[in-house]
């Protein structure tokens, strides 16, 4: 099929053309089936076509297929948001506005810290990502691709190491760059607020560091700072867990939602302390189609099946079988294998050189061996050598085990 109407400056992984897919497996336009450890890069949590899901669109399609919330209200949205604030494990009084993606809440949330702070530098982090949209790429910790040609982006933005067991920087060392950064860079009184990924997506499935997690907490609270957690790929069961940030034991300020959100329908959220979302003027926030119906009709239906219950037991099967068979393969000594990243059901594979060093070539070779074999992996890390797992939670036992049988298969053929 051409993609010559196209853009060529979208960049894609598997050149293969898809037509269907149901939970855990897709098919492509020949009827070739593959397994899915991609999950349209976090989205489909729930699988592709969950039938709770599937349903509420249907529904909703009869009813009502859109209408600007700001230009009469609806009940989809008004019902999502209550849903929402009482699904966010924090114990403030919270509110919220719907988007139409993670990079759109991010975008949003930078608007209400600087209304709420008066103050405009941002804090982030080495190998983050937060969007594609102008003031997003000045965010992401990583140039290329995405600041390349770009010019100059909106800012001040600065930086520190992202601490983390799963790339060696400790919380120590963090700290330390944090200190340099106020004593050399900028003013800690012109900051407005730090924003961070419990665990990194793109970067390659970092787990924060707990200890620096709850020593930041602390800063920002001494010194009026705000912190802003990005949970768009971690959250909503990914970790096993309602959001990742629990694991920290912390509250962040504002909390950015997306991916599986809705089930694979358009939608995102910030969400956070309601005297901070209700800091700017009326109009100040919204958007034309942020909170569609169709898509605040699928989040309800996701929000319905993830129970704890069910997160909970999704994210300790899938967490199992990832661990087992890891350490089965680094056992049998699998060239290759570098660490085990992540935490939960949120778990990348490293692919290094003998010596440590990253290993993308192999890796390159191996989505191609995988998708030949059926099993579709997506890529992660500085240098596109951690391979990111994020097959649907709700992924079948016996197809989850099919898929990291093919996985190893393919392992073993790496040059």
């Known amino acids: 099929m051409s993609h010559e109407t196209i853009s060529q400056s979208i960049s894609i992984v598997h050149p293969i053309s898809l037509s269907h897919g149901k939970n855990a497996e897709v098919w492509d336009t020949t009827g070739k089936r593959y397994i ?21 669109i249907r529904d909703q399609a009869t009813r009502l297929t859109h209408y600007a919330f700001n230009a009469a209200p609806h009940t989809p949205y008004i019902e999502l948001m209550g849903r929402l604030t009482t699904f966010i494990p ?40 937060h969007g594609r949209t102008l003031a997003t790429l000045n965010l992401n910790g990583k140039v290329a691709p ?26 120590a060392e963090a700290l330390k760059a944090m200190e340099r950064l106020f004593s050399v860079e900028i003013d800690v009184n012109d900051v407005a607020c730090f924003i961070i990924e419990p665990v990194q997506g793109e970067g390659g499935f970092l787990a924060l560091d707990v200890e620096f997690a709850q020593a930041l907490r602390r800063f920002c609270d001494e010194h009026n700072i705000l912190l802003i957690a990005d949970e768009i790929q971690s959250g909503f069961g990914r970790t096993g867990q309602r959001f990742a940030f629990s694991r920290l034991s912390i509250e962040p300020d504002l909390i950015l939602l997306g991916k599986s959100i809705a089930g694979g329908v358009p939608l995102g959220a910030v969400v956070g302390r309601k005297a901070l979302m209700d800091n700017l003027p009326k109009g100040g926030l919204g958007g034309t ?44 000594g699998l060239p290759y294998i570098g660490r085990l990243t992540g935490t939960g ?34 890529p992660s890390g500085k240098s596109r050598h951690i391979i990111r797992l994020l097959a649907p939670l709700t992924i079948e036992p016996v197809v989850l085990e099919e898929g990291l049988d093919i996985l190893e298969a393919c392992l073993k053929q790496l040059d």
Request: overall charge negative; aromatic content about 6%; hydrophobic content about 45%.
């Open 90 to 129: 924090v114990t403030y009084p919270v509110s919220g506005m719907l988007t139409n993606s993670g990079a759109e809440a991010a975008e949003n949330a930078l608007k209400i810290v600087r209304g709420a702070t008066g103050r405009t530098a941002v804090i982030a982090f080495d190998g983050a990502f």
């Open 289 to 332: 189609y942020s909170g569609n119906p169709i898509a605040c009709a699928a989040a309800l239906a996701t929000l319905d099946a993830m129970t704890d219950e069910h997160l909970h037991a999704w994210g300790a099967q899938q967490q199992h079988a990832i661990v087992s068979r890891y350490e089965s393969w680094r056992a049998q």
């Open 345 to 378: 059901a949120m778990r990348g594979i490293e692919l290094a050189n003998a010596d440590g060093t990253p290993a993308p070539q192999q890796l390159a070779q191996l989505l191609g061996l995988a998708r030949g074999a059926g099993l579709l992996l997506m």
């Open 146 to 171: 995405y600041k390349q040609k770009v010019g100059v982006l909106p800012g001040p933005v600065f930086h520190l190491p992202y601490p983390s067991a799963d790339n060696g920087v400790s919380c």
């Open 36 to 56: 899915d450890f991609v999950g349209g890069i976090g989205v489909l949590n729930l699988g592709h076509c969950h039938p709770g899901v599937v349903e509420a």
